[in-house]
C-alpha cells in the first residue's frame, strides 16, 4: 500500500497571503509526482508534473519543488487570490506499475477577499 | 475535441439497481482510467484501459463492478446491485502512451448518491 499524505487538510487564508502545502510519498521506486488543482463542479486540472529530483516548477504565481530522496514535494502559492480556492491534490506514480496515480488526501484551501 | 466528458453528472439510485457511467476521453489518447472519490479522500485508483484491453484492476473493483472499453474510444462503468457505500464521485482520465509524462486530463466526473 502506497502512503501519500498532505498537510494540512484544510487551510483558509486572506487574499494576498502566500501560502504552501507539503505533500509526501514513497521515495523508493520514484517515477513522477502530480499536482492537480480541483475546483467545485469542475475537472481535476493539471499544474505540474514532476519527475526529477530538485526539479522547481513555476506556473504564474504557483510554484513547487520536488525532493525524491526524502520524498516531498512543496507546492506555494504567492499573494493568494479568491480565485485560487480550490482542493489541491497530489498525486504519486510508482515506477512500473502502468502510470496509476495514487493521490494524497489533498489540502482545501479557502482565501477570503 | 475539447476534453474528457463523463455522462450522466449526478446519479441517484435506490439500493440494489444496476448503473451505469460512460467516459468519452480525449479522441487521440489511447489511455484510460477511472478513479473515485469518496468524502474526505483523494481519488483512487479503479482500473485503466491501453486501448480497449483492460491492464489492471484495483483490490477495490469488487465483483459487482465491471467497466469495459470496446472499441478503444469511450469507456462504461457498470455497478450492479448498487450498495450505500457505492455513493462517491467516479472520475474517468485518458492519457496518450507515447507523450511523456503522460499527464492525465480529468473529466468533471459522475457523483452517484445511491438512497
Known amino acids: 500500500i502506497l502512503n501519500v499524505e498532505q498537510s494540512p487538510q484544510s487551510l483558509h487564508v486572506q487574499e494576498g497571503d502566500s501560502t504552501n502545502f507539503t505533500c509526501s510519498f514513497p521515495s523508493s521506486n520514484f517515477y513522477a509526482l502530480h499536482w492537480y488543482r480541483w475546483e467545485t463542479a ?20 504557483i510554484s513547487a ?6 520524498g516531498y514535494s512543496y507546492l506555494y502559492i504567492k499573494g493568494s487570490q479568491p480565485e485560487d480556492s480550490a482542493t489541491y491534490l497530489c498525486a504519486f506514480i510508482k515506477a512500473n506499475a502502468g502510470n496509476m496515480l495514487t493521490f494524497g488526501g489533498g489540502t482545501r484551501l479557502m482565501v477570503k477577499p | 475535441d475539447t476534453g474528457v466528458s463523463q455522462d450522466p453528472r449526478h446519479k441517484i439510485t435506490k439500493r440494489g439497481q444496476n448503473v451505469t457511467f460512460r467516459c468519452d476521453p480525449i479522441s487521440e489518447h489511447n489511455r484510460l482510467y477511472w478513479y473515485r472519490q469518496t468524502l474526505g479522500q483523494g481519488p ?30 469511450f469507456s462504461t462503468l457498470e455497478i450492479q446491485r448498487t450498495e450505500q457505500g457505492d455513493s462517491a464521485m467516479y472520475l474517468c482520465a485518458s492519457s496518450n502512451r507515447e507523450e511523456w509524462p503522460y499527464e492525465q486530463y480529468f473529466g468533471p466526473g459522475t457523483r452517484l448518491t445511491v438512497t
Open chain 1, 65 to 70: 519543488t520536488l525532493n525524491t530522496k526524502e
Open chain 2, 44 to 73: 483512487e485508483f479503479l482500473t485503466y484501459f491501453q486501448n480497449e484491453a483492460q491492464l489492471e484492476k484495483s483490490r477495490l473493483l469488487s465483483d459487482r463492478f465491471s467497466a469495459e472499453r470496446p472499441k478503444g474510444s
Open chain 1, 42 to 61: 469542475k475537472s481535476p486540472e493539471a499544474l505540474f508534473v514532476m519527475t526529477l529530483n530538485g526539479d522547481e516548477k513555476k506556473k504564474g504565481r
